[in-house]
């Protein structure tokens, strides 16, 4: 598996960064991936309703994958899997495909200047030099993201997954204490009562 730079697009890098509504780094290797997990799926993306996202943890980068793949939290085809892992699977549960993709980039990257540079350009005192000096940095670090060879930034590899559980019938109760009607299964029982989790927090 080896991916080139030409698959970048400028105008649909342009449009992820525009759905994210933030241009950052993670954006950028989250559009890398998106491309690699498509192509190396194929022919297997096809049939949409068939296909599932799996991401270990909630970054920048997951919005890539929702806006390139059209897996989405809404459509229950994007899983998080909350292993906190820079992870990221394409699966057709039909067809049983699944290609992983670690992204090893941010292992070992160093934060430090960037996080310099981004802390002077937005202080009240900031220069338009300073506020220059952050976009040329960002710019740079995005562009070399956008132009690495894939094998710098993650490895893909072919995966089996189990087909994820169907999402269980939505039956919604009413809370004991607030009325609110919420699933049924997240109703807690305190003290013989089936409360929501909101009442459960204020602890009533
Ligand atoms: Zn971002
Ligand atoms: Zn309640």
């Known amino acids: 598996m080896n991916g080139n730079v030409a698959e970048?697009?400028?105008?649909?890098?342009?449009?992820?960064?525009?759905?994210h509504g933030c241009y950052c780094l993670d954006i950028a290797m989250g559009y890398r991936i998106s491309k690699a997990l498509m192509r190396e799926m194929g022919d297997d993306m096809n049939n949409m309703k068939d296909v599932y996202a799996y991401v270990g943890a909630p970054t920048c980068a997951v919005d890539a994958i929702q806006k390139v793949t059209g897996c989405t939290p809404g459509k229950r085809n994007l899983v998080f899997t909350h292993t906190g892992k820079s992870v990221f699977v394409m699966h057709n549960v039909k067809t049983g495909k699944a290609v992983r993709a670690y992204c090893h980039y941010w292992d070992n990257f160093d934060h430090a200047q960037l996080r310099e540079q981004r802390k002077a350009a937005h202080?009240?005192?900031?220069?338009?030099e300073q506020k220059a000096a952050l976009g040329t940095l960002l710019d740079h670090q995005i562009h070399g993201i956008l132009a690495a060879p894939e094998a710098t930034l993650f490895v893909l590899s072919r995966?089996?997954?189990?087909?994820p559980p169907r999402s269980s019938k939505y039956i919604s109760a009413p809370c004991a204490v607030c009325g609110e009607f919420a699933k049924a299964d997240l109703l807690q029982d305190q003290g013989g009562k089936k409360l929501c989790l909101e009442c459960l927090q204020v602890g009533v």
Not at 123 to 128: E, H, I, R
Request: aromatic letters at 14%; hydrophobic letters at 50%.
């Open 159 to 163: 995966v089996q997954r189990d087909v």
């Open 123 to 128: 202080a009240p005192a900031a220069t338009p």
């Open 8 to 19: 970048y697009a400028e105008k649909e890098f342009d449009e992820v960064v525009a759905f």
